[in-house]
């Protein structure tokens, strides 16, 4: 039987064609940059060492201009200047929430806009980063959702979300300094924004694997989570190419329920969802799996789903995040009380599995779990609604 193709949609990442002109090394692989490095003339016995100096300017010290690589002599510097850039993305707008919360702005090639947050906690930072414009899963209670999926992400745009806040939090090490001597701001990456992680695997699996190079951004793969909806064929390959940390948005206890909130499920249900799951600590070295479980008041939040959750997860390590629903104009779905919440909470905390009830951050600039949408599409409906209710065609 001939070997099923991954079910992921790499195709979709534009620009399908390259612009003339000078290649971006941001996002490129330490074998992809030495490729380029040697297409542009450096000497082949050579390349790896530069990969080296460069890489470390790049993603170590947070240096954009060739010109300050100062271990490489100037001919080779002018070298890179005529055939490199380093560009990230660039933040069109920057929201500061009274938690201290910090929502981006981001465009990207194409004019295309995202969102990455940066939540500030005591003795660390959580640096929420998309990986599509828009989303293909249309789940329901999800703001995201409502917003088509436009094109998947690079990973130069993946990773340039890091060091664009990076950038923001003034954490590149001064110079002189040891990297590892400086306070760590940016301590965690989740991919939670914007778009299904693994449906644009190879740009995400590429852009985490720059974040976690030691000579480089440095962050373990236990400091990096990746939240998937549920693409099944995809979880394996996580675990064997990622090796981080993995969240499941799960949200609901019956397969009726969860078609509706996670419509995924339709494809991949419960059973083979979890299936899937079973193998993945091991498998990766995790010590757990997070389920996601957001809290909709009367649809998912009932003791009976409670104890049917545990049931359900039985055997695998794991911890429940109960996230109260944060509402968004139009959402069709009201937040759980925080009574109910609770009670739900301690009926899992008493079956022996970790139930923390996630703190809503930056609701006040819809910087919460499920609210991001890009700017331009809230302006598209905002002008929608504006015409309607003035009549208008």
Request: net charge positive; with cysteine.
């Amino acid at each position: 039987m001939a070997a099923t193709a991954p079910i992921t949609q790499d195709v979709l990442t534009l620009p399908r064609k390259l612009p003339q002109g000078p290649q971006n090394l941001v996002g490129l692989t330490r074998d992809a940059m030495r490729d380029a490095l040697i297409a542009a003339g450096t000497p082949e016995r050579q390349a790896k060492m530069r990969v080296g100096q460069i890489w470390q300017w790049i993603y170590q010290k947070g240096v954009r201009d060739f010109g300050l690589m100062t271990n490489l002599a100037k001919p080779y510097r002018a070298m890179l200047a005529e055939h490199f850039v380093i560009e990230i993305p660039q933040v069109v707008t920057r929201q500061v929430s009274e938690d201290g919360t910090r929502k981006y702005l981001v465009r990207i090639a194409g004019g295309h806009e995202v969102e990455t947050v940066y939540i500030p906690e005591e003795g660390r930072g959580t640096l929420c980063i998309s990986s599509q414009v828009g989303c293909t899963l249309t789940c329901s209670f999800c703001h995201t959702g409502t917003q088509k999926l436009v094109r998947n992400l690079t990973a130069a745009e993946i990773v340039g979300q890091v060091m664009l806040a990076r950038d923001d939090l003034g954490e590149w090490p001064a110079p002189g300094r040891n990297p590892k001597d400086e306070a760590r701001l940016l301590s965690n990456i989740v991919l939670m924004g914007m778009g299904e992680p693994l449906y644009n695997f190879v740009a995400v699996r590429d852009a985490m694997k720059i974040a976690m190079d030691p000579e480089g951004i440095s962050l373990s793969r236990r400091r990096i989570t990746l939240s998937t909806s549920g693409v099944v064929p995809e979880i394996a390959r996580t675990a064997e190419e990622i090796g981080c940390l993995l969240a499941v948005s799960f949200h609901a206890t019956t397969d009726e329920v969860r078609n509706t909130l996670v419509p995924i499920n339709r494809r991949w249900n419960i059973e083979t969802l979890l299936n899937a799951l079973r193998d993945y600590p091991k498998a990766s070295n995790s010590e757990r799996i997070t389920f996601e479980y957001v809290m909709l008041k009367g649809v998912n939040d009932s003791d009976e789903d409670a104890r049917r959750l545990i049931k359900l997860i039985e055997g695998i390590p794991a911890k429940i995040n109960l996230i109260p629903f944060n509402e968004w104009p139009g959402a069709p779905y009201q937040r759980s009380s925080n009574n109910r919440i609770r009670a739900f909470a301690d009926i899992i905390y008493k079956a022996g599995y970790a139930s923390p009830i996630r703190t809503p951050r930056g609701e006040d600039i819809m910087a919460a779990c499920g609210q991001l949408k890009s700017e331009t599409e809230r302006a598209r409906k905002s002008r929608r609604e504006i015409a309607a209710e003035a009549g208008l065609p």
